[in-house]
């Protein structure tokens, strides 16, 4: 199993800190992984993205050339990465910025208001961990308790009180998968 990703947003939208977090969670399985962030210019408001790779074997590159899944929180990520999704792959969007009127050829296009999400748990910044667990659902990357003790873990000391909303965020990533990709169907 290879799994090639962009995840990609505003900068502030928390797409490092998703990619690290997949990233140590598949270490944590076993896994060969990279982490490979693109800051650049684009703080807070540009776009940032970063590449993960997730493989059984030893890793050449980690520069991500054609994606199996690509996820995306809003629209000026979602028109510069688009072209990158391989046919068939997962294009996991936050509907709630994102409008698809182009999909890639035979994406499984499935579609998460994340920030909406995010918003009704009082707090939009979780919107990352409610994409999380919308690709943890769909990809199947690891049992939803040993990831949530990956992000115990990550969110030690002073980020501890944000705990118990980045749980809720990852159900209710979960859970809007679940019935997104219920409705999604392959873009012919």
Do not use: W
Not at 44 to 52: E, K, L, M, S
Not at 128 to 141: F, K, T, W
Not at 154 to 177: F, P, Q, V, W, Y
């Amino acid at each position: 199993m290879t799994e090639k990703v962009i995840m990609a947003g505003f900068g502030g939208q928390g797409m490092m800190l998703l990619g690290k977090l997949v990233a140590h969670a598949m270490m944590t399985e076993g896994k060969q992984v990279t982490f490979f962030p693109s800051y650049g210019s684009e703080v807070r408001g540009g776009t940032a993205h970063c590449h993960v790779i997730i493989a059984e074997d030893e890793i050449a590159s980690p520069v991500v050339e054609e994606a199996d899944t690509l996820i995306v929180m809003n629209q000026p990520s979602y028109e510069k990465f688009k072209r990158v999704l391989k046919p068939g792959g997962l294009l996991l969007v936050n509907a709630s910025m994102v409008k698809v009127d182009d999909a890639p050829k035979e994406a499984q296009v499935v579609r998460v208001p994340a920030t909406e999400a995010a918003n009704g748990l009082g707090n939009v910044l979780v919107a990352n961990m409610v994409m999380m667990g919308a690709y943890n659902r769909l990809r199947r990357l690891m049992p939803t308790d040993r990831f949530l003790g990956i992000l115990e873990r990550s969110m030690s000391g002073r980020k501890a009180a944000l705990l118990e909303i980045n749980k809720r965020a990852l159900a209710a990533g979960e859970a809007l998968a679940a019935e997104a990709s219920a409705q999604s169907k392959p873009v012919a």
